[in-house]
């Protein structure tokens, strides 16, 4: 009797040990509802296949690509002891590559297959896309390259945010600006640059404070670097300045993690009592608590002293009233590299609108062109590469 090759697949499946938690997939547990269907029961295994294509075309459409999603994203006890250099014993190993050679036949399953499992014709079944991979090869370079690719949530996304419920997790729809997409500001964002790229070097790299006035591209440089970096390993977790408290949560789960990390604190801005004040201050100190080997503080600030202050605090009641004023003042001080992003002059504008009308296929006659982008200016209050890129859009 010819042996059932979906239920063999499952049947390696289900005794996956080191991947074990790839089963609380909605892929797997799909495959399982199918293969624990009684035979026979053809509008019941009909059902649960189209269940399971649901969630490959849910995920993209392929199943390949799924499967190798799942157990890349997976973070277990053989990934977690080869990133901390730890001797793991040979029975661990071989289940390892047993798994992934199990995973990759899951892989490799067609619509034939289950066609020929139900006795129906192939046509009248809806399709997926699936090839045959070298998912052991590929889950062993990964392991020789932690450093680029990470492992867990980390190796599919760029960006993270820490959630209300206290976890770190991806932002799915991630700002996806490239450094090949800004006009102007190119020195300021070439010292960004430069840091991050010491920083990925294992060189020294500083904590960095992008401040100036609104709208010229600083939150946007911060997240095209992230992105421009993504494949040499760099990560980038977005805080928000009311979560400045869990600072040293964030540095501890990212501890020992191969990769590096931007801790990302947008438009940043205190009043003097603000409890989150010191956490940073102790941050950009090098407290033991709240930092890690592996990460980086980027903030944007409006305000290049960030500490909101107020003619009443220079006065006040405080019998040391100078120092208090030099330590809310001295916070912007304490990043190693500040960056200054002024509005742009109007030749600077000029040359951002005129590059984004080309860009965006927009035939004015320059003259034109720049008289519209000015009272467009006038009228927004200012000038400023977001005002550009408002501008054209208005035009579009």
């Not at 801790?263 to 010191?278: C, K, T, V, W």
């Amino acid at each position: 009797m010819k042996e059932n090759k979906l239920k063999k697949i499952y049947g390696g499946l289900c005794l996956c040990s080191v991947f074990r938690s790839v089963w609380d997939s909605p892929l797997l547990r799909a495959y399982e509802a199918y293969c624990l269907c009684e035979d026979g029961k053809t509008f019941e295994k009909y059902k649960a296949y189209a269940a399971f294509v649901a969630e490959i075309y849910r995920q993209g459409g392929s199943l390949t690509e799924l499967v190798k999603r799942l157990v890349f994203e997976d973070e277990n006890v053989y990934i977690k002891g080869v990133a901390n250099g730890k001797a793991l014993p040979a029975a661990l190993k071989d289940s390892a590559k047993s798994e992934l050679r199990c995973f990759a036949a899951f892989g490799a399953l067609t619509r034939a297959d289950f066609a020929a499992d139900m006795g129906t014709d192939e046509e009248s079944l809806p399709d997926f896309s699936s090839v045959n991979a070298d998912v052991v090869g590929a889950y062993q370079e990964r392991l020789q390259n932690l450093h680029r690719h990470g492992y867990g949530i980390f190796s599919s996304h760029c960006m993270f945010r820490f959630s209300d419920d206290k976890k770190i997790e991806p932002i799915v729809s991630a700002d996806k600006t490239g450094m090949a997409q800004f006009i102007g500001y190119e020195t300021q964002r070439e010292s960004v640059v430069a840091n991050t790229r010491a920083f990925l070097e294992g060189r020294p790299a500083a904590n960095a404070l992008l401040c100036g006035d609104a709208g010229t591209g600083k939150s946007s440089t911060v997240k095209a670097i992230a992105n421009e970096f993504f494949n040499e390993g760099l990560r980038l977790i977005e805080l928000r300045k009311d979560q400045l408290r869990y600072l040293p949560t964030v540095m501890a789960h990212i501890n020992g993690n191969p990769l590096k990390f931007i801790i990302f604190i947008d438009d940043l801005s205190f009043n003097q009592n603000n409890d989150d004040f010191s956490m940073l201050k102790a941050a950009l100190e090098g407290s033991a608590s709240a930092t890690a080997d592996n990460a980086v503080i980027y903030a944007t600030s409006n305000r290049r002293h960030i500490v909101k202050e107020s003619f009443g605090d220079r006065e006040g009641d405080d019998v040391h009233r100078n120092d208090t004023l030099q330590e809310t003042l001295s916070l912007s001080e304490r990043f190693g590299l500040t960056v200054l992003f002024s509005k742009p002059d109007k030749a600077l504008y000029l040359k951002i609108v005129r590059e984004l009308a080309k860009r965006n296929s927009l035939n004015i006659p320059d003259a034109e062109l720049a008289i519209k982008a000015e009272a467009f200016a006038l009228k927004k209050g200012s000038r400023s590469a977001r005002a550009a890129e408002q501008f054209i859009h208005s035009l579009l």
